[in-house]
């Protein structure tokens, strides 16, 4: 299994950027689908953006398509998640889940969790 950590989170106004990391353990981090989720208050967990191992192929949620974009840096392990043009509605709790095996972007077929990291967009 992966250890995942991630950072980053923050206040930021609406039309504002921030960068997430997610930081791994595994020295296999390249062979992991590594995905972001996010988790408003009263809500489900939701998909925002996936990167698949082996195509390196990314997906995103239609809410935030031409917004995000997500990105590994093989080297250091770590996933990252550009956030551009945010809205109050992107405030969240913003997880970092990686996956062996074949693509999905439902939050249940993901065994490997950060601890979250708190964005909030303010107007």
């Known amino acids: 299994q992966v250890q995942l950590v991630e950072s980053g989170g923050g206040l930021v106004q609406a039309g504002g950027s921030l960068r997430l990391s997610c930081a791994a353990s595994?020295?296999?981090?390249?062979?992991?689908?590594m995905a972001w989720f996010r988790q408003a208050p009263g809500k489900e967990r939701e998909f925002v953006a996936a990167?698949?191992?082996?195509?390196?192929?990314?997906y995103y949620a239609d809410s935030v398509k031409g917004r995000f974009t997500i990105s590994r840096d093989i080297a250091k392990n770590t996933v990252y998640l550009q956030m551009n043009s945010l809205k109050l509605e992107d405030t969240a709790v913003y997880y970092c889940?990686?996956?062996?095996?074949?693509?999905?972007?439902?939050?249940?077929?993901?065994?490997?969790w950060g601890q979250g990291t708190q964005v909030t967009v303010s107007s």
């Open positions: 595994a020295r296999t981090f390249s062979t992991y689908n």
């Open positions: 990167s698949t191992w082996s195509t390196r192929n990314t």
């Open positions: 889940a990686a996956r062996s095996g074949v693509y999905s972007n439902h939050p249940g077929h993901y065994s490997n």
